[in-house]
């Protein structure tokens, strides 16, 4: 089992800058892949950007070169840099962990992210 604690959330004023955290029960980076998703109120969950072990990154088009989204593997820690925020950034934000195999899929409990225009 693996918990995901998720922070960082709240409420920015357009072209603003926030950072969110998840940090994992225990040291998984390995073996899962790491990723941010958010859901707006009406919408479907969407994937905003992933880590795999190997480090390599990748994002939604929609927040290419504004998002950024890194690991601390001392911390069991991944984040997710936003800058240049949009209204249309407004959402629910949740760090996931996915085995490799897809055998294992956890989710934090989410953060608001509020932009206001």
């Known amino acids: 089992q693996v918990q995901l604690v998720e922070s960082g959330g709240g409420l920015v004023q357009a072209g603003g800058s926030l950072r969110l955290s998840c940090a994992a029960s225990?040291?998984?980076?390995?073996?899962?892949?790491m990723g941010w998703y958010r859901q707006a109120p009406g919408k479907e969950r969407e994937l905003v950007a992933t880590?795999?072990?190997?480090?390599?990154?990748n994002y939604a088009d929609s927040v290419k070169d504004r998002f950024t989204i890194s690991r601390d593997n001392a911390r069991n820690t991944v984040y997710l840099q936003m800058n240049n925020l949009k209204p249309e950034d407004t959402a629910v934000y949740y760090c996931?962990?996915?085995?490799?195999?897809?055998?294992?899929?956890?989710w934090g409990q989410g953060t608001q992210v509020t932009v206001s225009s």
């Open positions: 880590i795999v072990s190997v480090g390599i990154t």
């Open positions: 225990r040291s998984i980076f390995g073996t899962y892949t």
């Open positions: 996931n962990a996915r085995r490799f195999d897809r055998a294992y899929d956890y």
